[in-house]
C-alpha cells in the first residue's frame, strides 16, 4: 500500500484517436494517496477512454499511465490485481441475488473483502438476499459500485456512478462513496454532475474534447475563473443580448433557451438595472435567483457551454 501523500497514479502526454477524433489529446496529471481525484465534463470528452487507458483495459497511441509504479500497458495484469473497477453499463447476472453476485466476484481473487463486509459498504444489508432483476435502479447501480471493491483493491475507479438515478438516489449513491473513502482508498471519479464533483472530489480535473482545460481543488477551481455572482432568471419578450450585457453591473452573461445568467460585481445595483427595464419594457421576469459560483460557472466561463446528460 502506498504511504499518505504518494503519487500513485501519473499520466503523462495521453493520447488516444479514432480516426480523426481525438478523444484523449495529450493530458497529464497526478493522483496522490488517499485521494478523490474527479474527472469532469459532459459526455464525449474523453472521460471514460482515459479511464479505460489507465485501467489497462484499452491501448494508449501515445504518452504513458503508471499506476502504483507500475507501467499500466506492461504490467496490465498486475495492475488489474490491485484497482477495482465500476464501469458504466455492468452486465451481472439477473438471477443472483446481491450476496450470490459479491461471492461470485469475489472468488475470481486471491484475498477479497468478505461477503457481508461488501454488502455493509454498498448499504445493501436488507437487500442481499434479493435477486439483481428485481432490485431498484439505486440498488443495481450501488451494487455495481460494491463489486469494484470485492478485491480490497489500493485503488478504485467509479465511472459516472450516479448517471440515469434520480435525485434522491444519487444523493444515497454518495453516501456510499464517502463510506468508501473513509475506508483510506484513492478513488477516480468520472462525472458530468457538477454537485457531484464539488461535493465529492478533493481535486477535480475538467475535461472538454480530450484536453484537461482547468485542474485543482473544486473552491480553488471557483476562486480562479468566477469572482462574480450569478443572477438567474427566465425572461419572456426576450430583448436581446446586447440589453442584458448593457446593465449596470453585469460582467457577463450566459442565455440557455429561455433561461439567462449573468455575473455581476454588483447585486442590488443589476437587480435594480434588470427589473426597470422590465419595466419599461412589459417583459415578463420569472424565477429569479442569486447565489454564489458554482463549478457549472467555471465551466460556463472556461468552454462557453453548459454540461448536459
Known amino acids: 500500500m502506498a504511504e499518505s501523500g504518494n503519487k500513485v497514479i501519473a499520466v503523462t502526454n495521453l493520447a488516444k484517436s479514432y480516426g480523426d477524433i481525438k478523444a484523449v489529446d495529450g493530458i497529464s496529471f497526478e493522483v496522490s494517496q488517499g485521494e478523490v481525484f474527479g474527472m469532469l465534463g459532459p459526455n464525449g470528452a474523453g472521460k471514460t477512454t482515459t479511464v479505460e ?48 453476485t459479491i461471492g461470485f466476484f469475489a472468488s475470481l481473487y486471491r484475498k477479497p473483502l468478505p461477503a457481508s463486509r461488501v454488502v455493509e459498504m454498498a448499504a445493501l444489508q436488507a437487500s442481499h438476499k434479493v435477486q439483481f432483476k428485481n432490485l431498484s435502479g439505486g440498488q443495481q447501480q450501488r451494487l455495481s459500485v460494491a463489486l469494484a471493491f470485492v478485491n480490497d483493491p489500493d485503488i478504485i475507479f467509479l465511472d459516472e456512478p450516479t448517471t440515469g438515478l434520480d435525485p434522491q438516489a444519487r444523493r444515497t449513491m454518495w453516501d456510499v462513496i464517502e463510506t468508501f473513502r473513509h475506508t483510506g482508498k484513492t478513488v477516480v471519479l468520472t462525472t458530468h454532475y457538477m454537485e457531484e464533483a464539488q461535493r465529492l472530489c478533493d481535486r477535480i480535473a475538467i475535461m472538454d474534447y480530450g484536453k484537461i482545460i482547468a485542474m485543482d481543488t473544486p473552491q480553488r477551481l471557483i476562486e480562479a475563473h468566477t469572482r462574480e455572482s450569478a443572477i438567474q432568471f427566465k425572461m419572456k419578450d426576450y430583448p436581446g443580448d446586447e440589453v442584458i450585457t448593457g446593465l449596470t453591473g453585469v460582467c457577463k452573461m450566459h442565455r440557455d433557451g429561455d433561461e439567462i445568467i449573468v455575473y455581476t460585481n454588483n447585486i442590488p445595483s443589476t437587480i435594480a438595472a434588470l427589473l426597470g427595464m422590465a419595466s419599461q419594457r412589459s417583459a415578463e421576469i420569472s424565477e429569479l435567483s442569486v447565489r454564489q459560483p458554482t463549478l457549472e460557472d467555471v465551466f460556463l466561463k472556461l468552454t462557453g457551454k453548459r454540461i448536459r446528460d
Request: charged share 25%; glycine share 10%; net charge neutral.
Open 53 to 100: 487507458i489507465v485501467e489497462g483495459l484499452r491501448p494508449a497511441d501515445g504518452g504513458t499511465a503508471t499506476v502504483l509504479g507500475l507501467d499500466v500497458s506492461k504490467d496490465t495484469r498486475a495492475v488489474k490485481e490491485r484497482i477495482g473497477v465500476q464501469p458504466q453499463s455492468p452486465a451481472l447476472f439477473p438471477s443472483l441475488t446481491v450476496r450470490e
